[in-house]
């Protein structure tokens, strides 16, 4: 019998032990992390001395509010000097155009006439060609006098004096158009230096509007103040920092020998310190491509290993009822349920 009680006490221990690892393994696996947020620093995209913040530390900052506003007085002093410019070239251009829609239609009026005066002085040159001819005819048959041979000469040559003059006068005003085609240029080179100060304009007030430095288009709320009122911004310098209530999520990291097991999209339920046995449902949004070796202040439920990988677990319900750097595990559910309501 004495014999016997070791061979018991052994069976014992070993069924304990198998019921201990069975129980062991039953236990859902879970990751411990904390609860933080996506933080969204807010820059100044120009210089500029700060007017005024609106919104202090702890804040609520409703979407697309104005957050600060930084000293404008120089970009708005060139907004006005490039408006008035535009106002001058305006100006300018509509004299030139009146200039030359003038100028054009008192060309083609002039050029009209002239050619009017050309064909008046052509037929005329011709009558007075045709008009010496039958007297020159009549002078051979002694039909007419020398007298009025030579006056029918001297009026055919006026005539043709009278064209050739006619043709100058057209040729004067058809060079006319030189000029108009210079103006036209000048005109063009003026609009294309409004368009250019339009252009710049625009620009200046695109770089304007950066001088009021605006919020998400998200309601958040202000974690730090980086700049005060009188202090200079330059372009890149951090204004506040803003978080987004319900954009938040529980950071793990997960064992190697874990990872066949997890995947993106992977829903998961979190159950912080300060409220145990409520489960809030999450999912797996982030797992690191590269291993890092196993921060000190993470604990697992498993056994630990020299490396692991970062991962970020979305909270899916209650993001805004969390804070912060509150405590708590992240379970696997494999079936991929939802969790209970809270």
Do not use: C
């Not at 002078?139 to 100058?168: F, S, W």
């Not at 057209?170 to 158009?177: D, G, I, K, T, V």
């Not at 230096?193 to 339009?198: D, E, F, P, Q, V």
């Not at 145990?276 to 491509?289: H, K, L, N």
């Amino acid at each position: 019998m004495r014999k016997l009680v070791p061979i018991v006490v052994l069976i014992a221990a070993g069924a304990v032990a198998g019921v201990l690892y069975v129980r062991g393994r039953q236990r859902p696996t879970y990751y411990t992390g904390f609860v933080e947020g996506e933080e969204r620093v807010i820059r100044s995209e120009v210089t500029g001395r700060v007017r005024a913040i609106r919104f202090a530390e702890g804040d609520a900052v409703p979407a697309g509010a104005v957050i600060a506003v930084l000293d404008d007085d120089d970009i708005s002093a060139r907004i006005a000097s490039k408006r008035q410019e535009l106002a001058v070239l305006d100006a300018d251009i509509q004299t030139q155009a009146e200039r030359l829609e003038l100028v054009e239609r008192t060309w083609k009026r002039d050029v009209s006439a002239r050619q009017a005066e050309l064909r008046q002085a052509q037929s005329a040159a011709d009558l007075a060609e045709r008009t010496l001819t039958r007297e020159r005819d009549l002078a051979k048959t002694g039909a007419t006098t020398a007298q009025l041979l030579d006056d029918n000469r001297a009026r055919r040559d006026q005539a043709r004096t009278g064209v050739d003059r006619a043709r100058e006068l057209l040729a004067r005003s058809e060079a006319e158009e030189r000029s108009i085609t210079v103006a036209r240029h000048e005109l063009e080179a003026a609009r294309a230096k409004r368009a250019l100060a339009t252009a710049q304009l625009n620009e200046l007030e695109v770089v304007h509007g950066k001088y009021t430095i605006g919020a998400p288009q998200v309601p958040t709320s202000v974690q730090t103040q980086y700049i005060w009122p009188g202090e200079l911004a330059q372009p890149g310098a951090a204004i506040v920092a803003v978080l987004d209530p319900s954009d938040k999520y529980v950071q793990i990291y997960l064992p190697a020998s874990d990872m066949s097991r997890l995947h993106l999209g992977q829903p998961v339920d979190i159950e912080l310190d300060s409220r145990p046995g409520v489960r809030i449902p999450g999912e797996i949004s982030f797992i690191a491509d590269q291993a890092n070796f196993t921060p000190e202040k993470i604990e697992t439920r498993s056994d630990r290993v020299g490396q692991v990988y970062r991962a970020k677990v979305r909270i899916l319900r209650e993001a805004e009822r969390l804070q912060p750097g509150a405590e708590g595990n992240v379970y696997l559910r494999a079936d991929g349920t939802s969790a209970p309501p809270a």
